[in-house]
């Protein structure tokens, strides 16, 4: 068994999924309704100037929403800060807040296979951030204006990073990258546009381990992942 197949496996996607073919080119999706628009303040044009070691201190530090009261400590991200590919989530769990690092329980194990079964490694050539930097009570959603508040962060992320590719894992990740309502059922298999940046909807591993049966799905968007990169580089598939 080669270790793809093992990967698959482990994903519960064994025997290998075969997909149709697809149109060589995506049509970007047009973005149009706007929600929880962040507000231009002081704050985010402090924000918008930080390097890596300021933005770590102001995120560790930062007492801006309701989410800082019961947390233990800020989860700003985890990975290549030079990345082509970003992986954005929702928020910090419960293991997350203990141990300060993005997907780290049983979502995370899952995200970690995701990555593999493309040829991808956590710190390598990828970071991995939530929308949210600290964790909602009882891992609920994050609320619209914690969301717009932590936005300035995850905005500043993006433009040290300089992506190639922006994965948003779940709609609430995308509805914060995207600015618009998202359903998740409609929008894979689409390139949006952040900033000149695509972006890639998928689904939340915690959402696959609830949901087995759309970990199929899943492996599709993963492939169409790897396609639109190889696509950026002049790959061959």
């Not at 303040?41 to 929403?65: F, N, P, Q």
């Not at 690092?101 to 710190?123: S, Y």
């Not at 390598?124 to 930097?133: C, D, P, Q, T």
Request: with cysteine.
């Amino acid at each position: 068994m080669s270790r793809r197949d093992g990967i698959l496996r482990e994903l519960g996607l064994a025997p290998i999924w075969r997909l149709r073919d697809r149109p060589a080119e995506v049509p970007v999706a047009p973005v149009t309704e706007s929600i929880a628009q962040p507000v231009a303040d002081d704050r985010a044009a402090a924000i918008a100037a930080m390097g890596w070691d300021e933005l770590k201190a102001a995120v560790a530090g930062c007492r801006a929403c309701g989410l800082c009261q019961a947390r233990k400590q800020a989860v700003l991200g985890v990975g290549d800060v030079e990345a082509d590919w970003l992986f954005v989530g929702e928020g910090p769990g419960a293991e997350e807040d203990e141990r300060g690092e993005p997907f780290v329980g049983q979502a995370g194990k899952l995200l970690d296979a995701m990555l593999a079964a493309i040829d991808l490694k956590r710190g390598e050539n990828v970071y991995i951030g939530n929308s949210v930097k600290c964790r909602p009570p009882k891992n609920r959603t994050p609320e619209p204006e914690e969301t717009a508040t932590c936005w300035p962060f995850l905005e500043r992320q993006i433009e040290l990073i300089k992506p190639k590719l922006i994965v948003a894992l779940g709609r609430p990740a995308a509805q914060t990258l995207l600015q618009s309502e998202v359903k998740i059922s409609a929008s894979r298999g689409r390139l949006f546009d952040y900033r000149g940046i695509p972006v890639v909807v998928t689904y939340h591993p915690a959402y696959l381990l609830r949901n087995l049966p759309d970990k199929a799905r899943a492996w599709e968007d993963l492939c169409f992942m790897r396609r639109t990169m190889q696509g950026f580089r002049g790959d061959q598939p």
